[in-house]
């Protein structure tokens, strides 16, 4: 690992003072999940690591009133517990338990988990140990080396989104969620404080997926902030993987739905597991609205979803498993606190 | 790098020294090394260290404050392992995905391999070797014991590090909330059933 300087300090403008003076070798730390793990594969290789967990009033969770807002230091763990979103708004909860284990979820941020990197094999440099580094291209890690998963082992990659320079999974699960739920993101800069759509954080991957996120250098992460919403409590995160509990997604759904008896008024659908960003399904909306909830139509907006999905080599069950997985987060989300 | 509480001539960079004599083979020197502060910046080689790479740490470890200087690099989980000689937390991937590394962290369970040892300062850490009180076993360790939930016992510090955490935070309420709330402590030896029933009986008051 290469040595880097540790900085701590405890207010927004001392970080971005912090960051800014460091240069391009600087980075923000939060929990370390993301972060300390690629150092440790050689992934990021950060000169100067400015620790932002000390700075205060980062971590407020508030969940009355017309926004939910999270700090974005608040630990996912703690977000997961909040007792008023376990009740209105189980897609957000959801989101946040089945991701990762609980020693990580007290580790990692709200705010940091936004901007998780990539579990595709290839970019974490092989399996990962210190000896497969730089063995595999991947133009992700090294702009312009080259894929080795187009040709490689792709059960895992992307079906939607993909280029030909890139086809990594976008791996959390609590964006996908917020991409439903039309949430903001707050940000704080050299140039001062700008709030965009969650959605808006990520680029997809075209000839540069080496450029992930649409932050601006030395932006901070201040917070996130979704609309109230009726629809949270007729809503799910449907999230399959090849084993129960403690892995990323192999397809995944947010879904949540406000409804006028049993008729479906709005929805808000994203998929999670089988795209190069959250994928945000607005064909799979329309398809919902001004239906009864019945299979066929989950079914159909399953299928609408998974619209213009390409398969690889080894990753074409992706697209059935997708369109499943959103129909079947469809019929959890209407059976939901029933009136 | 002197430990106000203990006070004695053991100081840690001696402990440093010994372990550097006593390593001997290649391999465990290097991970001393890498734990070092000079040493580590030396071993670097090429990768010249930027200044402020070393830095001094004031945690609590199992109630003891302490004053540590590390590299930046290190991980809490090396910093118990490789300095400190709490050698109960075990490194299975080193990339927090088996939770043989779990300590508590102000209370809560962590990964300590993930887990940056600058970032230590002013926190307060147990270990399985600080969990019980006295000479006797935690409620925990011993229903391990009695309900047969392990068999090579590596995974086992961190089980029972993340069972304490998981009864405290309530999550020990059924099987299946056990199961799902422990499912980050991977256990090679498929001791699950025993592990569950352990917890089960101290969340139900079952375990004195
Ligand atoms: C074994 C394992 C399993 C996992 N399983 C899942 C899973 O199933 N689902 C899932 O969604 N996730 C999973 N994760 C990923 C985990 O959720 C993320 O690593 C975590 O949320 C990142 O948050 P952090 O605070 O630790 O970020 P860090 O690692 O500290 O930072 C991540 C990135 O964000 C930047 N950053 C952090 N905070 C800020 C800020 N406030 N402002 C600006 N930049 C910032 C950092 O510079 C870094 O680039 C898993 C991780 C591991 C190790
Ligand atoms: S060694 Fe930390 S989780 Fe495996
Ligand atoms: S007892 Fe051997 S790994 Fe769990």
């Known amino acids: 690992m290469r040595a880097f300087s540790y900085a701590r300090p405890e207010t927004p403008a001392a970080a971005i003072e912090a960051f800014v003076a460091a240069g391009s070798g600087a980075r923000y730390i939060a929990g370390g999940t993301t972060l300390y793990d690629l150092m440790k594969l050689r992934v990021e290789q950060p000169t100067h690591l400015i620790d932002v967990t000390a700075i205060r009033g980062l971590d407020e969770i508030a969940t009355d009133g017309d926004m939910l807002r999270f700090g974005a230091l608040a630990p996912m763990s703690a977000v997961a517990a909040d007792r008023t979103l376990q009740r209105d708004y189980p897609v957000l909860v959801e989101a946040l338990s089945k991701a990762a284990s609980q020693q990580l979820r007290n580790m990692a941020t709200v705010g940091g988990n936004l901007l998780q990197r990539t579990r595709c094999l290839y970019f974490r440099n092989g399996a990962g140990s210190a000896s497969t580094a730089n063995v595999y291209p991947c133009n992700k890690r090294e702009p312009g080396a080259g894929c080795a998963a187009q040709d490689g082992i792709d059960r895992g990659q992307a079906v939607l989104g993909q280029s030909a320079a890139c086809n990594a999974v976008s791996p959390g699960d609590w964006p996908v969620a917020l991409v439903a739920m039309d949430a903001q993101l707050e940000l704080l800069g050299p140039e001062g404080a700008r709030t965009i759509p969650v959605a808006e954080l990520y680029r997809p991957p075209g000839d540069t ?131 | ?167 405290r935070e309530g999550h020990a309420t059924d099987r299946a909330s056990i199961r799902e709330y422990m499912s980050g402590n991977i256990c090679r030896c498929g001791a699950y059933v025993g592990i569950v029933a352990a917890i089960e009986a101290v969340a139900q008051g079952r375990q004195a």
């Open chain 1, 209 to 339: 997926p080496h450029l992930e996120f649409t932050l601006q250098p030395a932006e901070i992460v201040t917070g996130i902030a979704v609309p109230a919403t009726r629809a949270g409590r007729h809503s799910t995160y449907h999230k399959i993987r090849d084993r129960e509990s403690y892995a990323f997604a192999l397809a995944s759904a947010a879904v949540a739905l406000e409804l006028d008896g049993d008729i479906v008024r709005r929805a808000h659908v994203a998929l999670g597991g089988v795209a190069t960003q959250p994928w945000r399904a607005a064909a799979a909306e329309q398809a919902l609205l001004g239906q009864r909830v019945t299979p066929d139509i989950a079914n159909a907006a399953g299928r609408a979803a998974l619209q213009g999905a390409r398969a690889g080599h080894h990753n074409g069950f992706k697209i059935e498993l997708g369109a499943r997985t959103v129909a079947d987060a469809i019929l959890i989300a209407a059976a939901r606190n029933p009136a």
């Open chain 2, 1 to 167: 790098m002197t430990d106000p509480d203990a006070g004695g001539p053991a100081s840690l960079i001696e402990l440093d020294r010994r372990e550097v004599l006593v390593a001997g083979a290649g391999a465990a020197v290097a991970l001393t090394l890498e734990t070092g502060t000079a040493q580590a910046q030396a071993s670097a080689g090429a990768e010249a260290a930027p200044p402020g790479t070393a830095m001094t740490i004031r945690p609590r470890i199992n109630g003891r404050a302490m004053s540590v200087e590390i590299d930046t690099r290190t991980s809490l989980l090396d910093l118990l392992r490789e300095r400190l000689q709490l050698t109960g937390a075990k490194k299975g991937c080193d990339h927090g995905q088996c939770g043989a590394c779990t300590v508590h962290l102000d209370g809560q369970r962590v990964a300590s391999c993930l887990t940056l040892a600058a970032k230590m300062d002013g926190r307060a850490v147990t270990t399985i070797e600080g969990l019980a009180e006295g000479d006797g076993l935690h409620p925990m360790q011993q229903a391990f014991i009695d309900h047969d939930a392990l068999q090579c016992g590596y995974c086992t510090p961190g089980q029972i590090m993340a069972a304490v955490a998981c009864v």
